[in-house]
């Protein structure tokens, strides 16, 4: 049984450059959430997937947008980098929206210049 | 809204020394609490969970237990050791919409030998 899986590990962009971050769930599992976890922080949850579709989404603005695929493998997109958004990005994966359990990926770390 | 206030860190201990990390909440609703371990350059682990009021999650020797009444879930252990020494986040899940978790800032733990 793999684990969750995010690729790239780390990442340096300029600001106003797009992104995209990829994440691979657990074998079996159908929901994706994506947190931002700034230095020093606490991981924030911007959004969460299901079966393809947003189920939820944090207090992060719209140039953050994600997929997820039939094989519930999912994408993390943020549009105009800003210096703000360097973090760490973590993407968890769980058998259901009511699971109690997430299983976080290792994170890429995203340094916005 | 719902929040996480945990002990501000860094905390440094000896090996075999008692450890406390007090986490307090506020919540909406009735919420399941979480501590989370992230090792460095890992992603976040739950390491025990309790799901309603006076539970007691346990795991590796350490304890946190529900209570309602302080709206607290401390984390224990009775004696530390050097691989210990990891960051460790209290979070909350409110049930309903998309069961998304709430940290705390985190507390980073050393333990010497």
New interface residues.
Partial sequence: ETG?TQSPTHLIKTRGQQVTLRCSSQSGHNTV?W?QQAL??????I??YYREEE????NFPPRFSGLQFPNYSSELNVNALELDDSALY?C?SSLG??????Y????TRLTVT | GDSVTQMEGPVTLSEEAFLTINCTYTATGYPSLFWYVQYPGEGLQLLLKATKADDKGSNKGFEATYRKETTSFHLEKGSVQVSDSAVYFCALRVQGGSEKLVFGKGTKLTVNP
């Fill in positions: 969750v959430s947190y020093g922080q606490g991981p924030q949850f959004f969460q189920n939820g989404r944090g973590l968890a929206t009511d699971s109690y359990e997430q976080f990926g290792p994170g």
